[in-house]
């Protein structure tokens, strides 16, 4: 248990990390990532955010990517997917960490986190670096750390992972209830007043306001604020883009714990919390209000994405970790108990090898690497899945594409992307929208009326590309755009192709003529005119 079974499940954790991480540095950026990437480097170029260039989301991810494109360059993937791998690794250092100051070993935290990664592994490239993962991270850190460093600066810390959290998604609110317990648990020992409690919470609200208003404070400069709330508004109950109900909060919290091995381990942990001292209970009682609240996250959010299943997953590995220490705790006079007991929770969530841990693709891509190039093959998390657009066109045609964008076009040419596989084109090939948003995602998910508008700025845009299929249907055959295709045909000609992917340009219009200047006669002109009429 201390020894051989330790060594064996980190040997584990390295080994997929090793077949993972290489090749998903190749991938490319799905739709979402290209809203915020576009939104970033528009920014940077003077168009601002929820003004100029719409959007519905909190601002977490775009100042994600405006960090990583000032750093590294605009339209480069690598960076992105370098620091979601990174913060996948720190994840698992911070789990380590926490078990072992928390639960006295490292093997309850091991459990959790090969469970999460037999998870997050197996995402593609339309699940794989979402905010929905990304915002959870730093709710789940903001816990294990109060849990962890119990003094002020991990109050702190925790205040300040808590405010990102919610600055990449409002939804970790969730979270805060399990924050609270968290927090008594770390300041109060057993038989004290509530008073130290109250003072610790005062602390860290107050620091957490302060963080969370900070995170704000760039909108607030830009002078976009009441934009932002705008945007935000699209996504309210009630509305065209949100249809959740009573009804749908309940049918959609009820499909996700519908699993008796989601259902029950909540039901595990509260049952053998009972036969443990206080200190487990209340340690037990965090992450049962954090599971608890957490599978609400889906329900509660406007469209019921499938990457919308990370944070639960993400809370029920952390479970995983507390059973299994609960389990170790009860078993300590039967080593051999506690071994199975292990093994059967690993079981539950653990795989040895997930889906995208491959060696084939992760030797190519380091191959690739060392020669300064990028792989030729298509990176096995851009396929077709459970998303209907996801990996919507040939992998070849998409990425001649993006090459012919960014160095067969100037930089102050725009792109109107009409593609409606939603492909992310206009950040990976570092070009400005023609339209207020990156492609026609935004017109069919959010505001369909708004193409007149979308069709009249593509009439008027002189510099600009058009990425379009002429006769795609697309995974949505009721989103049609009429007007944008009687524009296109009217002002643009056909270019280039990859496959069935046309870019059009603009055609070369006549010069308007110019009028014609009244003469003014003279004398002299009259009696020519006079001497040359016929009578």
Not at 436 to 463: C, G, H, Y
Request: glycine share 8%; proline share 7%; hydrophobic share 50%.
């Amino acid at each position: 248990m201390r020894g051989p079974l330790i060594v064996a499940l980190c040997g584990l954790v390295l080994v997929q990390l090793a077949t993972w991480i290489p090749h998903y540095l190749t991938w490319p950026y799905w739709a979402d990532h290209d809203v915020f990437a576009t939104i970033a480097q528009g920014w940077d170029d003077g168009l601002l955010p929820y003004r100029d260039l719409l959007c519905n989301n909190f601002p977490g991810t775009i100042y994600l990517f405006w960090i990583l494109g000032k750093g590294f360059g605009w339209g480069k993937t690598l960076p992105f997917y370098a620091v979601d791998a990174a913060m996948l690794v720190a994840l698992g250092g911070i789990l380590l960490a926490w078990s072992r100051r928390r639960l006295g070993g490292i093997l309850p935290g091991l459990v959790g986190y090969l469970t999460f990664l037999s998870y997050y592994l197996g995402l593609d490239y339309a699940h794989a670096g979402q905010r929905d993962w990304h915002g959870p991270f730093f709710a789940v850190v903001a816990l294990l750390t109060v849990q962890s460093w119990p003094g002020r600066i991990g109050r702190l810390v925790s205040a300040l992972a808590m405010a990102l959290a919610i600055c990449f998604r409002p939804q970790t609110i969730l979270f805060v209830p399990a924050m609270a317990l968290a927090i008594d648990e770390a300041t109060r020992r057993p038989g004290e007043s509530a008073g130290k409690t109250v003072k610790a919470l005062l602390v860290w609200g107050s620091a957490f306001t302060l963080f969370l208003a900070a995170s704000f404070l760039p909108l607030v400069l830009a002078g976009v604020m009441s934009d932002f709330i705008q945007g935000v508004r699209l996504t309210a109950y009630g509305g065209s883009y949100n249809r959740v109900t009573p009804a749908s909060i309940l049918m959609g919290w009820i499909s996700l714990i519908a699993p008796l091995r989601m259902a029950l381990i909540p039901v595990a942990i509260a049952l053998l919390a009972l036969g443990t001292d206080r200190t487990n209970r209340r340690l037990a009682l965090v992450w049962l209000a954090a599971i608890g609240f957490g599978s609400l996250y889906k329900p509660l959010s406007p469209v019921a994405h499938t990457y919308l299943n990370i944070p639960l997953m993400l809370i029920w590995a952390v479970c995983l970790a507390v059973l299994a220490h609960l389990v170790l705790a009860l078993a300590r006079q039967s080593p051999l108990l506690q071994l199975t007991a292990t093994l059967l929770i690993l079981g539950l969530g653990g795989t040895a090898r997930p889906e995208f841990c491959v060696t084939g693709p992760t030797q190519r891509a380091l191959a690739a690497f060392r020669q300064g190039r990028w792989p030729d093959e298509k990176p096995p998390g851009y396929r077709a899945g459970t998303v209907s657009t996801s990996g919507f066109y040939p992998w070849q045609d998409y990425r001649a594409l993006i090459d012919h964008l960014k160095h067969r076009t100037t930089p102050a040419t725009k792109v109107a992307n009409v593609l409606k596989g939603d492909p992310a084109v206009t950040s990976p090939a570092t070009r400005h929208s023609v339209f207020p948003v990156e492609s026609m995602a935004w017109l069919r998910m959010l505001s369909p009326e708004k193409q007149a508008d979308f069709a009249q700025i593509l009439a008027q845009t002189p510099n600009a590309v058009v990425v379009w299929i002429p006769s795609e249907v697309g995974p949505d055959p009721k989103f049609k755009v009429d007007q944008l295709v009687a524009v296109i045909r009217t002002h643009f000609e056909p270019d280039v192709q990859f496959g069935e992917i046309e870019v059009w340009k603009r055609k070369a219009e006549p010069e308007p003529k110019a009028e014609a200047k009244p003469q003014i006669k003279t004398e002299a002109n009259r009696a020519d005119e006079a001497s040359s009429s016929f009578p």
